[in-house]
T-cell receptor, first 111, second 113 residues
Framework: GENVEQHPSTLSVQEGDSAVIKCTYS??????FPWYKQELGKGPQLIID?????GEKKDQRIAVTLNKTAKHFSLHITETQPEDSAVYFC??????????FGTGTSLTVIP | SAVISQKPSRDICQRGTSLTIQCQVDSQVTMMFWYRQQPGQSLTLIATANQGSEATYESGFVIDKFPISRPNLTFSTLTVSNMSPEDSSIYLC??????????FGSGTRLTVV
């Protein structure tokens, strides 16, 4: 089955700096890669996703890049703000079926 | 995208008792999923629930411990049976939004004492 690794497990950045979280996956058949943000006491919220036919996708301050050859994808947050502080999870899926989640990254944005 | 209402949001239960968690989706969805998230950890899939058929359980999870109902295309329940302190966790339901990612409920934080 699929195995998703996520790094780093914790990340602290100064407000206004960029944050990058990286994930690798093992199953080359995986073709859908969402990212979730989970705030304390809440369920995960989808923030951005990318399909395997696209190398990069951007939504305001958030971007995701995908390297199919190397089987890794990354979340980029620019101009970080304190409200970006949360736990972020990556996931990999084939055709939107069973999702395999990374272990999470706890991001702290220091004002 | 689908909106999921999950309840209760939290509960403290005595060991040996059972708790039923409910999830209501605001639109019809084919599959619903139940996850467990232990403190500080990632999400582990418990089972997949399709309407009109028995739920499919992942390795390490059994129907006797986590019975699931899926009476229609907008509703599902997960029961945590004969609870022990090891069952203390966050339980999440989710539904697939078309061919996209999952939408999650807000979670049920369960503490077993």
């Amino acid at each position: 089955g699929e195995n998703v690794e996520q790094h780093p497990s914790t990340l602290s950045v100064q407000e206004g700096d960029s944050a990058v979280i990286k994930c690798t996956y093992s199953d080359s058949a995986s073709n859908y890669f969402p990212w979730y943000k989970q705030e304390l006491g809440k369920g995960p919220q989808l923030i951005i996703d990318i399909r395997s036919n696209v190398g990069e996708k951007k939504d305001q301050r958030i971007a995701v890049t995908l390297n199919k050859t190397a089987k890794h994808f990354s979340l980029h947050i620019t101009e970080t703000q304190p409200e970006d502080s949360a736990v972020y999870f990556c996931a990999a899926s084939y055709m939107g079926n069973q999702f395999y989640f990374g272990t999470g990254t706890s991001l702290t944005v220091i004002p | 995208s689908a909106v999921i209402s999950q309840k209760p949001s939290r509960d403290i239960c005595q060991r040996g008792t059972s708790l039923t968690i409910q999830c209501q989706v605001d639109s019809q969805v084919t599959m619903m999923f139940w996850y467990r998230q232990q403190p500080g950890q990632s999400l582990t899939l418990i089972a997949t629930a399709n309407q009109g058929s028995e739920a499919t359980y992942e390795s390490g999870f059994v129907i006797d411990k986590f019975p699931i109902s899926r009476p229609n295309l907008t509703f599902s329940t997960l029961t945590v049976s004969n609870m022990s302190p090891e069952d203390s966790s966050i339980y999440l339901c989710s539904a697939q939004r078309g061919q996209g990612g999952y939408t999650f409920g807000s979670g049920t934080r369960l503490t077993v004492v």
